[in-house]
């Protein structure tokens, strides 16, 4: 984390990326198609007969540009320089319409297993499913963590919020494991600080929240048990020399769930 970020100076990002695609995300989904289409033998140039650039960009331009088809160029390496210099100048919400128009065009598996990874792998916030792109993380999930992680009173919260983002958005080695750790201690320390007991489990916190504050006993309840899950013989915090499984599905619901709970306590306490 940049120290800029560390002192509130500039605003952490979730990592999750909903209204935008960034320039890493851009290139590897590039990158899946040069590897399924773009160099593929007899793509773009072919022996005999025609190259499959030909019968690609055909329906590109027919079904997707709706362009005149005598705007196409002649050949293929310039037909691929026309859509390159489409794909890296439009809008990101642009790269989903022409990634859905070829995956739905093409119905290729592997293809589509890809393109999912990359946008699973890059934390993306859509999913290709069935024939269309749909969201897998909505725009509340992402103001319920920007608005745990704002600047306020609860240092301690912030630190494991920030610390949980950083985790989860590691593009190298990304780690769930601790990023799951994180967004639960964020959720004991802001009990901790609400109760004025720097000793208190999470369960005990939760216990006088609710006695001292109107908590629902079906809410306490319900975080109760998502604190035993992390805190089991086979859970995230358990010193084990075999990691349990996690993915980065587990660790965007755990950093969700408790930035939304940080936030009722905040306003409920």
């Given at each position: 984390?940049?120290?800029?970020?560390?002192?509130?100076?500039?605003?952490?990002?979730?990592?999750?990326?909903?209204?935008?695609?960034?320039?890493?995300?851009?290139?590897?989904?590039?990158?899946?198609?040069?590897?399924?289409?773009?160099?593929?033998?007899?793509?773009?140039?072919?022996?005999?007969?025609?190259?499959?650039?030909?019968?690609?960009?055909?329906?590109?331009?027919?079904?997707?540009?709706?362009?005149?088809?005598?705007?196409?160029?002649?050949?293929?390496g310039e037909i691929l320089g026309e859509i390159r210099k489409y794909y890296f100048s439009c809008e990101w919400y642009e790269i989903y319409d022409f990634l859905e128009h070829i995956?739905?065009?093409?119905?290729?598996?592997r293809l589509i297993q890809q393109v999912n990874r990359i946008l699973e792998s890059e934390l993306a916030g859509y999913r290709f499913i069935d024939s269309a792109f749909v969201p897998?993380?909505?725009?509340?999930?992402?103001?319920?963590?920007?608005?745990?992680?704002?600047?306020?009173?609860?240092?301690?919260?912030?630190?494991?919020?920030?610390?949980?983002?950083?985790?989860?958005?590691?593009?190298?080695?990304?780690?769930?494991?601790?990023?799951?750790?994180?967004?639960?201690?964020?959720?004991?320390?802001?009990?901790?600080?609400?109760?004025?007991?720097?000793?208190?489990?999470?369960?005990?916190?939760?216990?006088?929240?609710?006695?001292?504050?109107?908590?629902?006993?079906?809410?306490?309840?319900?975080?109760?048990?998502?604190?035993?899950?992390?805190?089991?013989?086979?859970?995230?915090?358990?010193?084990?020399?075999?990691?349990?499984?996690?993915?980065?599905?587990?660790?965007?619901?755990?950093?969700?769930?408790?930035?939304?709970?940080?936030?009722?306590?905040?306003?409920?306490?």
């Amino acid at each position: 984390m940049k120290f800029s970020e560390r002192i509130g100076k500039n605003k952490v990002k979730t990592g999750l990326q909903l209204n935008d695609i960034n320039v890493e995300l851009r290139n590897s989904l590039w990158n899946v198609l040069d590897v399924f289409f773009w160099s593929e033998d007899e793509f773009l140039y072919a022996s005999y007969g025609k190259a499959g650039i030909e019968d690609f960009s055909s329906k590109l331009w027919h079904f997707y540009f709706k362009l005149p088809m005598d705007t196409r160029p002649n050949h293929g390496g310039e037909i691929l320089g026309e859509i390159r210099k489409y794909y890296f100048s439009c809008e990101w919400y642009e790269i989903y319409d022409f990634l859905e128009h070829i995956l739905k065009s093409e119905k290729n598996g592997r293809l589509i297993q890809q393109v999912n990874r990359i946008l699973e792998s890059e934390l993306a916030g859509y999913r290709f499913i069935d024939s269309a792109f749909v969201p897998v993380t909505e725009e509340q999930e992402i103001e319920a963590i920007e608005s745990a992680i704002a600047e306020g009173p609860y240092a301690g919260v912030r630190s494991h919020l920030q610390s949980a983002i950083e985790h989860l958005s590691r593009k190298e080695n990304p780690d769930y494991r601790n990023s799951i750790k994180e967004s639960i201690s964020a959720v004991e320390s802001m009990a901790k600080e609400l109760t004025g007991n720097p000793k208190a489990t999470l369960g005990d916190a939760l216990n006088q929240l609710s006695r001292n504050s109107n908590i629902h006993q079906a809410l306490k309840a319900g975080f109760s048990s998502i604190y035993g899950y992390t805190s089991d013989e086979g859970g995230i915090r358990h010193a084990m020399l075999e990691e349990p499984s996690v993915s980065v599905s587990d660790a965007k619901f755990f950093l969700v769930s408790c930035s939304s709970f940080i936030n009722y306590l905040k306003e409920k306490v």
